[in-house]
């Protein structure tokens, strides 16, 4: 399964992008700022979350449009194929809303048809940023192989904010409150924790299947920051009211959730290791959870600016690890020579300000 007919309208600064007669390879080419990893984007948001960019709705829509926008793809399968649709409206623009074959629905119905997964120059900093970074990642991660984990984020989340803002009052909240609020936070922050912890377990397992070279194999740890358990978490956050009244912030649960990362071959921390490691990491990482993604649903990978940060021979290990992915794989570049050994394969696009052309 693949995507094909692929419109943009309104978006960034697409006005009318079609994308037809699409290949497992999809090349992207073009100078800076040309509209390349705008397309992308837009591919992310056929999936469940805030895409790529985690921008704002309203920052995608075209700025001299005065509508909102709209993106729409075909799922190629067996039988006829499936349309998946998002769009947002200006006179509504908080609301990203969904359809499926023309029927109103949800992103989580989109999670069930597609699982999409990126790399992105914004990523290179994952490792040493801060430890929401890595939460966040995890989610996403973890959002690919079961669309009801935005649900428990979301919730968590909401939930979190409700307490803190209590904890952060002058007056002392009453015990009642905070037992209303842990009961909600505890079954969608276990749910998290399981969520995350699983994430980590098959990745582990499918890393230990990949070569070690060329790309640098990672060790991954899931950290917990409290009991991952109902039971565990409740009385964590019953247990610590009094600490965290004090700080005036919740101080455990899965907010304070952590992955470790260590180069596996030297036992250094990704942190510690040199950039092009870094970066081949995240590639292993990308790799691994992208066979997993896809497994039973349509995959969809997206790499930004990938092969200029690869040396031959890494590029040419990419390339042949993403042909056995299963994933359909969408790539951008400013030129198209890193992307010679794959040219004959691959259906390739020309972008310039907005406009895409057939190359």
């Given at each position: 399964?693949?995507?094909?007919?692929?419109?943009?309208?309104?978006?960034?600064?697409?006005?009318?992008?079609?994308?037809?007669?699409?290949?497992?390879?999809?090349?992207?080419?073009?100078?800076?700022?040309?509209?390349?990893t705008n397309i992308l984007e837009a591919?992310?948001?056929?999936?469940?979350?805030?895409?790529?960019?985690?921008?704002?709705?309203?920052?995608?829509?075209?700025?001299?449009?005065?509508?909102?926008?709209?993106?729409?793809?075909?799922?190629r399968q067996d039988d006829a194929p499936?349309?998946?649709?998002?769009?947002?409206?200006?006179?509504?623009?908080?609301?990203?809303?969904?359809?499926?074959?023309?029927?109103?629905?949800?992103?989580?119905?989109?999670?069930?048809?597609?699982?999409?997964?990126?790399?992105?120059?914004?990523?290179?900093?994952?490792?040493?940023?801060?430890?929401?970074?890595?939460?966040?990642?995890?989610?996403?991660?973890?959002?690919?192989?079961?669309?009801?984990?935005?649900?428990?984020?979301?919730?968590?989340?909401?939930?979190?904010?409700?307490?803190?803002?209590?904890?952060?009052?002058?007056?002392?909240?009453?015990?009642?409150?905070?037992?209303?609020?842990?009961?909600?936070?505890?079954?969608?922050?276990?749910?998290?924790?399981?969520?995350?912890?699983?994430?980590?377990?098959?990745?582990?397992?499918?890393?230990?299947?990949?070569?070690?070279?060329?790309?640098?194999?990672?060790?991954?740890?899931?950290?917990?920051?409290?009991?991952?358990?109902?039971?565990?978490?409740?009385?964590?956050?019953?247990?610590?009211?009094?600490?965290?009244?004090?700080?005036?912030?919740?101080?455990?649960?899965?907010?304070?959730?952590?992955?470790?990362?260590?180069?596996?071959?030297?036992?250094?921390?990704?942190?510690?290791?040199?950039?092009?490691?870094?970066?081949?990491?995240?590639?292993?990482?990308?790799?691994?959870?992208?066979?997993?993604?896809?497994?039973?649903?349509?995959?969809?990978?997206?790499?930004?600016?990938?092969?200029?940060?690869?040396?031959?021979?890494?590029?040419?290990?990419?390339?042949?690890?993403?042909?056995?992915?299963?994933?359909?794989?969408?790539?951008?570049?400013?030129?198209?020579?890193?992307?010679?050994?794959?040219?004959?394969?691959?259906?390739?696009?020309?972008?310039?300000?907005?406009?895409?052309?057939?190359?």
């Amino acid at each position: 399964m693949a995507l094909d007919r692929i419109s943009l309208i309104d978006f960034r600064n697409h006005a009318a992008t079609e994308l037809g007669e699409t290949a497992q390879f999809n090349l992207l080419v073009g100078e800076n700022g040309a509209g390349k990893t705008n397309i992308l984007e837009a591919l992310s948001l056929l999936a469940p979350g805030r895409g790529l960019r985690r921008a704002a709705l309203s920052d995608m829509m075209r700025s001299d449009s005065g509508a909102g926008f709209r993106i729409g793809a075909d799922l190629r399968q067996d039988d006829a194929p499936l349309r998946l649709g998002t769009y947002a409206d200006s006179a509504n623009p908080g609301r990203r809303r969904v359809r499926i074959n023309g029927a109103e629905s949800s992103a989580t119905g989109l999670g069930e048809w597609l699982a999409v997964t990126w790399l992105t120059p914004a990523m290179d900093g994952l490792f040493t940023g801060p430890a929401g970074d890595r939460r966040r990642y995890m989610d996403r991660l973890a959002l690919a192989l079961d669309p009801a984990h935005a649900g428990h984020a979301a919730r968590y989340e909401a939930a979190l904010r409700e307490r803190n803002r209590l904890l952060a009052d002058r007056r002392e909240p009453e015990g009642a409150w905070l037992d209303a609020i842990e009961a909600q936070m505890v079954p969608h922050g276990a749910a998290l924790m399981r969520g995350r912890a699983r994430l980590v377990e098959t990745l582990a397992v499918r890393l230990a299947q990949m070569p070690a070279e060329p790309f640098a194999r990672p060790a991954l740890t899931y950290a917990p920051g409290a009991p991952d358990h109902a039971d565990g978490l409740s009385q964590a956050l019953f247990d610590n009211r009094a600490r965290d009244r004090a700080a005036q912030r919740t101080l455990a649960g899965p907010h304070r959730d952590e992955l470790e990362v260590v180069h596996a071959a030297k036992r250094v921390p990704a942190a510690q290791s040199s950039t092009g490691e870094q970066k081949a990491m995240l590639v292993a990482i990308t790799l691994a959870h992208a066979g997993l993604a896809a497994q039973g649903r349509a995959g969809l990978l997206l790499l930004d600016e990938v092969a200029a940060h690869l040396d031959p021979v890494r590029r040419a290990a990419l390339f042949e690890q993403l042909r056995g992915s299963g994933a359909q794989v969408w790539m951008t570049g400013t030129e198209a020579a890193p992307f010679s050994t794959i040219a004959d394969e691959a259906a390739v696009w020309r972008v310039g300000a907005g406009a895409v052309e057939r190359a």
